[in-house]
């Protein structure tokens, strides 16, 4: 079955320039990435993001996290990967969430750790089901970034709405 997984490449990763390896990596599922950008992350995305996380004690330090805060890198990677099985085939190259659990030859086994906090430094998040996936594309890209159409969309008229341009 086709389908989309969203991918970032977390500031650890960024930090520790593993994008192209991890790249690389991802690249051995033969799927297509169908939508790619740098992002800030907000505390508003960040919450949202981990909202399945907020009654565990480590939460405030996971926003940090993903906000950039403990690399001093204040932005992620975010991809969709598009294609059959998408979210299984990106879990397996991404490892279990716990870097010292995951496979050795994993993403997460190769670049993750565990911070003396408890964080877990994981260096990609991949969504863990198509549930997630969709609630998880739908926050972090709107649908002209992406290209392919995923999802169901409709046409609004905005007026006043304030946006940056090229001078």
């Known amino acids: 079955m086709e389908q989309a997984a969203l991918i970032l490449i977390k500031p650890d990763g960024l930090k520790k320039s593993l994008t192209g390896n991890i790249l690389t990596r991802l690249s051995e ?3 297509e990435i169908v939508a790619a950008k740098m992002a800030r992350v907000s505390r508003q995305l960040a919450e949202e993001h981990y909202k399945h996380l907020k009654d565990k004690p ?3 330090e996971i926003i940090r996290y993903i ?3 403990l690399h001093n890198r204040h932005k992620v990677l975010a991809l969709i990967y598009w294609g059959e099985d998408a979210i299984a085939k990106c879990r397996e190259l991404a490892g279990a969430t716990n870097p010292e659990e995951a ?3 994993s993403i997460r086994g190769s670049y993750g750790r565990i911070t003396t906090a408890g964080v877990y430094e994981n260096v990609i998040h ?3 089901n198509i ?3 969709e609630r998880e594309i739908k926050l972090w890209f709107q649908p002209g ?3 392919v159409n ?4 409709k046409e609004v008229v905005k007026k006043e709405v304030k946006a940056k341009e090229w001078t």
């Open 29 to 31: 599922t033969k799927l």
């Open 58 to 60: 480590f939460f405030p």
């Open 131 to 133: 549930e997630e996936a």
């Open 67 to 69: 906000q950039g805060e």
């Open 126 to 128: 991949v969504s863990s």
């Open 145 to 147: 970034e992406v290209i």
């Open 103 to 105: 496979e050795p030859t």
């Open 150 to 153: 995923l999802y169901p969309t």
